[in-house]
T-cell receptor, first 110, second 112 residues
Framework: LAKTTQPISMDSYEGQEVNITCSHN???????ITWYQQFPSQGPRFIIQ???TKVTNEVASLFIPADRKSSTLSLPRVSLSDTAVYYC???????????FGKGTKLSVIP | DVKVTQSSRYLVKRTGEKVFLECVQD?????MFWYRQDPGLGLRLIYF???????EKGDIPEGYSVSREKKERFSLILESASTNQTSMYLC???????????FGPGTRLTVT
């Protein structure tokens, strides 16, 4: 399983775009990149998943460069309710085991 | 909407007690997971199951066992609870392997 490295914490003001970068230097050819969000006292919630280039949904965008050794989760115009821990995971299609790192604690400031 | 429920949100047990944590999912998923989450350590996989009566060890299975008698239900068992098992326990289910996992709300277990 590829190991991931993300910043421990980030602060942002309301209304700003937030970019959280994850490093995964030993990503395998069949690995996907997945991001989860976790609020206090709740289980993690799936945000977005991608393999290469760019993926966008109603919540976030995921940017993956050609070498796939890193990825960036982009949250547009964050609000206070986006304060949470964000986890980057790498794993192959067909994989049962996901490795959650320590995540990035995002604090949105009014 | 997928729903994963856990039997208790908060639980207090004494050292040496046998503890059962139950998880139920309503999406007919074949795959179910038990994690524990501790400050500074993130989520760590204890056990997972890919079918009824099938189980596989995760990263930290010591001190735990599991049971999957029905597809929708996955139980985590602490045979003899110890204080170092005080933690948040999270259950998850998954349809297609490698894709989205759906988590329950968690059980905060305190062993005194």
């Amino acid at each position: 399983l590829a190991k991931t490295t993300q910043p421990i914490s980030m602060d942002s003001y309301e209304g700003q775009e937030v970019n959280i970068t994850c490093s995964h230097n030993n990503i395998a050819t069949n690995d996907y990149i997945t991001w989860y969000q976790q609020f206090p006292s709740q289980g993690p919630r799936f945000i977005i998943q991608g393999y290469k280039t760019k993926v966008t949904n109603e919540v976030a965008s995921l940017f993956i460069p050609a070498d796939r050794k890193s990825s960036t989760l982009s949250l547009p115009r964050v609000s206070l309710s986006d304060t949470a821990v964000y986890y980057c995971l790498v794993g192959g299609a067909g994989s049962y085991q996901l490795t959650f790192g320590k995540g990035t604690k995002l604090s949105v400031i009014p | 909407d997928v729903k994963v429920t856990q039997s208790s949100r908060y639980l207090v047990k004494r050292t040496g007690e046998k503890v059962f944590l139950e998880c139920v999912q309503d999406m007919d998923h074949e795959n179910m997971f038990w994690y524990r989450q501790d400050p500074g350590l993130g989520l760590r996989l204890i056990y997972f199951s890919y079918d009824v009566k099938m189980k596989e060890k995760g990263d930290i299975p010591e001190g735990y066992s599991v049971s999957r008698e029905k597809k929708e239900r996955f139980s985590l068992i602490l045979e003899s609870a110890s204080t170092n098992q005080t933690s948040m326990y999270l259950c998850a289910s998954m349809g297609t392997p490698g894709y989205e996992q759906y988590f329950g709300p968690g059980t905060r277990l305190t062993v005194t």
